[in-house]
């Protein structure tokens, strides 16, 4: 029997047991550029097993979930402190749901951080509710606000 460590977006490892013989393909994580994200609608591609951050930012910003649909996840985080909203905020009537501190609320439309401690963050995925997709987010570390 083998171990094998699986690390999920780079912050949670599982050491799983592997019988001998068996493989797993785990696709490659590459480094992503830094970019700056002010008011924009974000992409699939910037929800899927990415970390979005408000590096630089000097102004209100609100970023626009894509569509909710299978296979997205990303951690929002904090690495400019600065007292300006930062708002990540739903797609049309889009759901999200917001775990904080273990209690779960249905319906909010944004969430958001102003002024926060450098490292605060929030992770946000997808998942099935009746054949609909939803985002579910929630609170990691720092204070965020939602509606």
């Known amino acids: 029997m ?8 780079m912050i949670f490892c599982l050491m799983i047991p592997i019988a ?6 785990v696709p490659a994580i590459t480094a992503a550029t830094p970019q700056v994200i002010v008011d924009t609608n974000l992409t699939p591609a910037q929800v899927s097993r990415t970390v979005i951050n408000n590096n630089q930012q000097t102004a209100a910003a609100t970023l626009i979930l894509p569509p909710a649909t299978e296979g997205y996840t990303f951690i929002a985080i904090i690495s400019t402190n600065v007292a300006q909203n ?3 905020q739903r797609n049309g009537s889009d759901t999200i749901y917001w775990d904080s501190g273990g209690v779960l609320t249905a319906g909010k439309t944004y969430f958001r951080a102003n002024a926060q401690a450098v490292g605060s963050r929030a992770s946000c995925a997808t998942f099935p509710v009746g054949g609909t997709w939803k985002w579910v987010c929630g609170s990691v570390s720092g204070t965020w606000t939602t509606d």
């Open 2 to 9: 083998k171990n094998i460590i699986i690390c999920l977006i």
């Open 20 to 25: 001998n013989g068996i493989e797993i393909q």
């Open 86 to 88: 930062w708002t990540i």
